[in-house]
């Protein structure tokens, strides 16, 4: 069974710009969940989707905002892109909407913002 | 408030011996935990999880101990080996219908041969 998977692996953007990030989920998994990896704020999540509804949302901007297809795959989109976005930007995806579930994450979209 | 963090940031430990790694929780509602590992240029990887109504689960080589009324999560790895060198992260998830996950800081641990 294939993992999560995350395009692109790397992208580099300049400030300003607006970019999207695809997530698709294990075959199966109606949950997905999004999270930002730096060096200074660690793993912080920033939203999940269950069947195409986003369901939660962490304490990030407006900028930041999110979609989930019919057939689970998700993507995450940045506007107006700042320095302070560039991360590691990670996906995991659960099998249920259930808490307790076991959440798989993909290997990170890595954004560089010049 | 929403918070899970850890003792240590960096952990160095000889090959062959146990690894202890701690993380501490502030939510007293939190009720199930998960420990991640992240090697470098990948996503965590689920390691063990523990649910509140549990003081302690083992896995291969890996026991989770809770303790509740100090709100303390920690990992034992025993016979810790070169490929255990990594990222290690707690995280608890809040009840309710969400997998909303909240992480700590992570610990490096570092095995030496």
């Known amino acids: 069974k294939a993992g999560v998977t995350q395009t692109p692996r790397y992208l580099i953007k300049t400030r300003g710009q607006q970019v999207t990030l695809s997530c698709s989920p294990i075959?199966?998994?109606?949950?997905v969940s999004w999270y930002q990896q730096t060096p200074g704020q660690g793993l912080q999540f920033l939203f999940e989707?269950?069947?195409?509804?986003?369901?939660n949302k962490g304490n990030f901007p407006g900028r930041f905002s999110g979609r989930q297809f019919s057939n689970s795959r998700s993507e995450m989109n940045v506007s107006t892109l700042e320095l302070g976005d560039s991360a590691l930007y990670l996906c995991a995806s659960s099998f249920s909407g259930r808490t307790q579930a076991e959440q798989f994450f993909g290997p990170g979209t890595r954004l560089t913002v010049l | 408030g929403e918070s899970v963090g850890l003792h240590l940031p960096t952990l160095s430990v000889q090959e062959g011996d146990n690894s202890i790694i701690n993380c501490a929780y502030s939510n007293s509602a939190s009720d199930y935990f998960i420990w991640y590992k992240q090697e470098s240029g990948k996503g965590p990887q689920f390691i063990i999880d523990?649910?509140?109504?549990?003081d302690k689960r083992q896995g291969q080589r890996v026991t989770v101990l809770l303790n509740k009324t100090v709100k303390h999560l920690s990992l034992q790895i025993a016979a810790t080996q070169p490929g255990d060198s990594a990222v290690y992260f707690c995280a608890d998830r809040y009840g309710g219908a969400t997998n909303k996950l909240i992480f700590g800081t992570g610990t490096l641990l570092a095995v030496q041969p």
């Open positions: 075959s199966g998994h109606r949950s």
């Open positions: 523990i649910r509140s109504n549990m």
């Open positions: 989707y269950f069947s195409e509804t986003q369901r």
